[in-house]
């Protein structure tokens, strides 16, 4: 079983919908939740960061954490065609440094 | 600007053949990161580095050295290079190595083994 399992899509929406995005993990040890943004032919880079259970929110974006459950999300409301990208989820361990594991990423196109 | 740099961006090479990849950061980051990236199996740590002369192996470092001489740069060196080591690969820099300190990405470099 995967450290951190999530589905890889591709989801298509329309322009304007709200996305929601989904890792599970199954370590209780990982503390520390990102999502990262992929576009294509470039390097990940930082989205979301949060370490505690709950909502947290940034212009159009929210991340949601729920440890009980190992579940974490992000939600992208009025989505925009320069959304479309690949969505990482990232996690670490309290006490493992930096060492980030990730998550397969999810494909996501906004169409017009 | 504060970035990560990689060269080369594409490289096509054959079985056997040693090659390096290199890694340069401006920002000063005692923590640097290799990672690949597959298809169905996401990104995967390789070798990072805590600061100079401070190495250690990630999750899949058959294949695959390292060296940090100088806090900058980190460059991946394979000395044989095989097929399935056909990937995507990043680097990746923090300020710090603790635990929350966010990782920069470079632009990655797409390396093809025939």
């Known amino acids: 079983q995967k450290e951190v399992e999530q589905d890889p899509g591709p989801l298509s929406v329309p322009e304007g919908a709200i996305v929601s995005l989904n890792c599970t993990y199954s370590?209780?040890?990982?503390?520390?939740f990102m999502w990262y943004r992929q576009y294509s032919r470039k390097g990940p880079e930082l989205l979301m960061y949060?370490?505690?259970?709950g909502n947290k929110e940034d212009g159009r974006f929210t991340a949601q954490v729920d440890k009980s459950s190992k579940y974490i999300s992000l939600f992208i409301r009025d989505s925009q065609p320069s959304d479309s990208a690949t969505y990482l989820c990232?996690?670490?361990?309290?006490?493992?440094?930096?060492?980030?594991?990730f998550g397969t990423g999810t494909q996501l196109k906004v169409e017009l | 600007e504060a970035q990560v740099t990689q060269n080369p961006r594409y490289l096509i090479t054959v079985t056997g053949k040693k090659l390096t990849v290199t890694c340069s950061q401006n920002?000063?980051?005692?923590?640097m990161s290799w990672y690949r990236q597959d298809p169905g199996l996401g990104l995967r740590q390789i070798y990072y580095s805590m600061n100079v002369e401070v190495t250690d192996k990630g999750d899949v470092p058959e294949g695959y050295k390292v060296s940090r001489k100088e806090k900058r740069n980190f460059p991946l060196i394979l000395e044989s290079p095989s097929p399935n080591q056909t990937s995507l690969y990043f680097c990746a820099s923090a300020r710090l190595a603790g635990s929350t300190d966010t990782q920069y990405f470079g632009p990655g470099t797409r390396l093809t083994v025939l």
């Open positions: 370590n209780s040890a990982f503390q520390y």
């Open positions: 949060t370490y505690s259970s």
């Open positions: 990232a996690i670490k361990r309290t006490g493992g440094g930096n060492k980030l594991t």
């Open positions: 920002m000063n980051h005692e923590y």
